[in-house]
Structure formats: C-alpha cells, structure tokens
C-alpha cells in the first residue's frame, strides 16, 4: 500500500513561477529516487527532473536552468520548483517514486497528476 499525493499545480502567467510537491507514503522500505513527469494534451509523457537517495538529479533539457528539484530530510516528499515559466510547459505533471514495498525490488509508482497552466 503505497500512494503518492501531489500539489501545487495551477493556473500562472508565462514567466512565473510555482512549486509543486508530493508526498509518498505506505507500507515504504525504501525509496530509490522521486521524480516528476509530464504529459501535454496529444503527447507522450516525458521526464522532467528525477532525484535519486544519493541526491544525484538529472533533467530534461528543455527545463534545466529553470527548474530544480529536491527531497526532504526525510526522503518522503519530492519539491519541484518551476521558475521562468513557459506556455509548452502547461500539461499534467506526475510524480513518480521507485519504491521497495512488498516486493524485493523497486517498482514505480505514480500520482494522480496535478495540472499546470501558463498562460501567455
């Protein structure tokens, strides 16, 4: 039993900013790396940004420099904060965690997706 719950998703003006976070909890032995995801309206869902237990991160290009993720102390929340936003950056962003639960290997889980939309 593992859920990922994301917020901070909403409706702001190209060149601004938002902070989106999301919160795994469960039955958790470890996580591996959290991450965000997106999916536009006709697209296929990309990777954004991942953070690995290491702290290692990587990004996808068209947002390195803008975005930057991050995760608690605790390793249970992951942060993604979005600054000089773009109108192609509007989609359905999920959160994403591998996870080790009942099985003895990581596995993905996903949010429910919060939507993200800029406006020019």
């Known amino acids: 039993q593992v859920q990922l719950v994301e917020s901070g998703g909403g409706l702001v003006q190209a060149g601004g900013s938002l902070r989106l976070s999301c919160v795994a909890s469960g039955s958790i032995v470890a996580i591996y790396s959290m991450g965000w995801y997106r999916q536009a309206p006709g697209k296929q869902r990309e990777l954004v940004a991942v953070i690995r237990s290491g702290g290692a991160t990587n990004y996808a290009d068209s947002v390195k420099e803008r975005f930057t993720i991050s995760r608690d102390n605790a390793g249970n929340t992951v942060y993604l904060q979005m600054n000089g936003l773009k109108p192609e950056d509007t989609a359905v962003y999920y959160c994403?965690?591998?996870?080790?639960?009942?099985?003895?290997?990581?596995?993905?889980?996903w949010g429910k997706g919060t939507l993200v939309t800029v406006s020019s």
């Open positions: 994403n965690a591998n996870i080790i639960s009942g099985a003895p290997y990581g596995m993905n889980y």
